[in-house]
């Protein structure tokens, strides 16, 4: 029983619904996919649900839920994972925030959520706040892309069950942090301070003045919102004994990867975005895969597209796609086993995540042939009617690495 | 994202097996529905377990679990459920059973179960037993349609393990009411009492000297049955943000939804037989939509068909079924989320329920469009292999309402 490698390919948001503009079929039904299909038809095929039948999943509990971390257990918010994903040394119990630089007038009233989509001198407008007590927690804090930054508290006592300062709106005045359950009384006040004590370090700033001389709004606060606690994921490779790692480029997905030890790969290119280079990600899996047994790609163009209700742009992006996964199929060893699925459906009618399943195909040299076509309707006749939770023991029985239960 | 409404149709005991004398089909297959079937073209479809596969649902656990309480949780008999559906009123912790009167000889041996079915002067008959106390618990009782009551115990100490007054059958005693746990004494004790007093009352009872006089059979006594303690539901629109009603002709489905507060809709000519007026129950629908979120529809009569296990009047059932449902899609409004689907199978060939799943297809303007035909091995090959504890997820997703889980 030759032991094999394994490449998991998410394609972020591709599960859709029927659309009029696509002749009532989805993008993925619609899209011209031949690669696709021709794997398909090679493969073991199915409908996967992210959490269970119904139920709407964000990227981070269903890419949890896949690699084998129960959402309902190890999720408070996106905090912790955003934070991983810019690279900030955390530990099990820290409290963490994704936060937004804004700008606020005098009365705390929010004039613009994301500080005029400030660019530069993020990392020196934080340099002072880094590293500060309040009582005995520490604060970290470090700017992400833009306007964006992560925060992390540290020290006793500490719940993620506060609410966000950010008001996700403009014109209002910023919230103060409320403890949602008995025993977040000392974050909330912490975080109430930090905020605080942040305003009164910004608003002076030199390069705060330097902005407002040249006309741009001044990032003179931080605005944290999604707490959460920073989980004790089990070590991916000892929990299922692959070395892992992942080419993935938006921050959330990536920190979800860092907590859990699989090692990000750096790609030129590879942007998050519409723009991302494809054919780069998947040569960065062709340069890597002798050194893991898994490699998990998470590709996010299908996903802005939903986002965007935009099913013409789906479709071309699951054409591109598709060029893409058969470049990857074309010179891929041929031992190893490629998975090609989603981690939610993210529907043009709909324009944010849906609680629909989502297509799943294994292919493997010895993988029963069960497939016709890689869509939401053609994978029905398949023998794959699982949840995501399933999908780390189905890949350890494709690549021959599964312990046997009983003799 | 538009928020939507849905109606969902409980075709009530629909799903059937093989019939010899249909070709070897079920009625479903055999039976000619084009409506069903070109709404199933357009719909999201399979099958659902009403509990878990092979379990013989009743009515009222499979309709408590496609609402959203767990039969395991809050099913202990079917006295309360009924009880509501008399429109008692009712308080958790209360014990309630349905009971029959009956004839019994002096020996209080049963001489008709259902007291030559009587149809007048039960109102009367109970007057004087309503409202009474056995030690420090209340008692009230309340009659239902021709031979039928609902009995309600309420005060300390009181449980729902106690056996059944009514011996199910003629030619023997009655039986004495017995605790089946410990600390279900008491209620058994109050029970026994309140027979015996009540037949005290009734045997020498002017109404029952009058029926005697004119030869028919005296209603000299109340035999509970069915022993369940009234359950503490959370209101349905606080749980799932659907306000609520149904259309509802049997008493059970009609206590259920009473309880959890889904407000029932009256509707001249659904008698919950097979004579109900089924176009009424469709117009009841559309006139109350625009007041609703959610509105639950039930249909009797197929479930009657299997019990007399007639599977030609089945076959013909379905086909007004057909007619009906197809009324009501093409007035309904284009946004609204319609799901057909069935408690339980109630086969023909078996004459009382089956643990056979049953098909069920989702219809919203942008559902994924898997179904051919809608029936029990058609649907095998849409999306749906649920369970109906999925439901409540399933139509919060498809109305676009359901929460999400992550980010």
Request: glycine share 8%.
């Amino acid at each position: 029983m030759e032991r094999r490698k394994a490449v998991l390919i998410i394609l972020d948001g591709v599960g859709d619904r029927a659309n009029r503009n696509l002749d009532n079929m989805t993008p993925l039904q619609y899209a011209n996919t031949p690669n696709l299909d021709r794997i398909a038809r090679e493969s073991v095929v199915g409908l996967m649900d992210p959490i269970s039948p119904g139920i709407r999943a964000g990227s981070d509990t269903s890419h949890l839920n896949i690699l084998g971390y129960d959402p309902y257990e190890y999720y408070t918010g996106r905090g912790p994972f955003e934070a991983a994903g810019l690279d900030m040394d955390l530990m099990p119990g820290d409290i963490a925030f994704r936060c937004n630089f804004a700008t606020v007038n005098d009365d705390l009233v929010v004039v613009d959520r994301r500080a005029g989509r400030i660019k530069e001198g993020t990392e020196e407008l934080l340099k002072d706040l880094n590293g500060i007590w309040i009582e005995d927690v520490q604060i970290f804090i470090k700017p992400g892309v833009e306007h964006r930054a992560a925060l992390v508290l540290r020290g006793p006592g500490l719940s993620p069950a506060v609410s966000d300062v950010d008001p996700h709106d403009t014109g209002v005045k910023i919230h103060e942090a409320k403890p949602l359950e008995k025993g977040a009384e000392k974050t909330a006040r912490i975080l109430n301070k930090f905020v605080l004590l942040a305003y009164d370090k910004l608003k002076n700033h030199p390069i705060n003045k330097s902005r407002e001389e040249r006309g741009l709004k001044p990032a003179n606060i931080i605005l944290p919102r999604g707490a959460g606690m920073v989980p004790h994921l089990r070590n991916f490779e000892e929990m299922h004994g692959l070395k892992a790692a992942c080419v993935v480029g938006t921050p959330l997905i990536r920190g979800i990867c860092k907590i859990a030890g699989i090692e990000p790969i750096e790609v030129e290119g590879a942007t998050g975005g519409y723009d991302t280079d494809m054919i780069a990600k998947m040569n960065a899996v062709l340069e890597n895969l002798e050194r893991y047994d898994f490699i998990l790609v998470n590709i996010k163009a299908p996903d802005l597209a939903g986002h965007d209700m935009d099913p013409r742009r789906k479709v071309e992006v699951i054409e591109r796609v598709d060029h893409a996964v058969g470049y990857l199929m074309d010179n891929l060893p041929e031992e190893t086993v490629l998975v090609v699925t989603a981690d939610h459906s993210t529907p043009c009618t709909v324009g944010d995540h849906s609680g629909d399943p989502v297509p799943i195909m294994i292919h493997a040299p010895d993988s029963r042939r069960e497939g016709s076509e890689f869509n939401e309707i053609s994978v029905t006749t398949g023998s794959l009617r699982i949840r995501a939770s399933d999908m780390m023991n189905l890949i350890l029985n494709h690549t021959n690495r599964a312990e046997k239960f009983g003799a």
